[in-house]
């Protein structure tokens, strides 16, 4: 199981910072990582971590803004979102893959998902 938190209002460039909390199991071998879905859009990707070697890939749209890191002794994954713009404005999701090696950008590759934590951002 995974739950999000973090979420909120922010100004146009503020910050904020994700968490993703894992229960239930270890995901400490598993890749993590980010997407988001906006109002009227589909699901895209965000970020990914690889669970070895902390390998990290970034959609274009979030490079430089976006950092995501993990503490495996914690089985908590994070998204330091800073800079952020009223089109970051969505429900934010994590999830796990167990293609643990590499990062993994589809979403159809991974295995669990959080409910979600809404972040809006006003301009």
């Known amino acids: 199981q995974l739950v999000e938190s973090g979420g909120g209002l922010v100004q146009a460039g503020g910050s904020l910072r994700l968490s993703c909390a894992a229960s239930?199991?270890?995901?400490?071998?598993?890749?993590m990582g980010w997407f988001r879905q906006g109002p009227g859009k589909e699901r895209e990707f965000v970020a990914t971590?690889?669970?070895?070697?902390?390998?990290?890939y970034y959609a274009d749209s979030v490079k430089g803004r976006f950092t995501i890191s993990r503490d495996n002794a914690k089985n908590t994954a994070y998204l330091q979102m800073n800079s952020l713009k009223p089109e970051d404005t969505a429900v934010y999701y994590c999830?796990?893959?167990?293609?643990?090696?590499?990062?993994?950008?589809?979403?159809?590759?991974?295995?669990?998902w959080g409910q979600g934590t809404q972040v809006t951002v006003s301009s």
């Open positions: 971590i690889s669970w070895s070697v902390g390998m990290t």
């Open positions: 239930g199991r270890t995901f400490r071998s598993y890749t």
């Open positions: 999830a796990a893959s167990r293609k643990g090696q590499s990062p993994v950008r589809d979403g159809g590759l991974y295995d669990y």
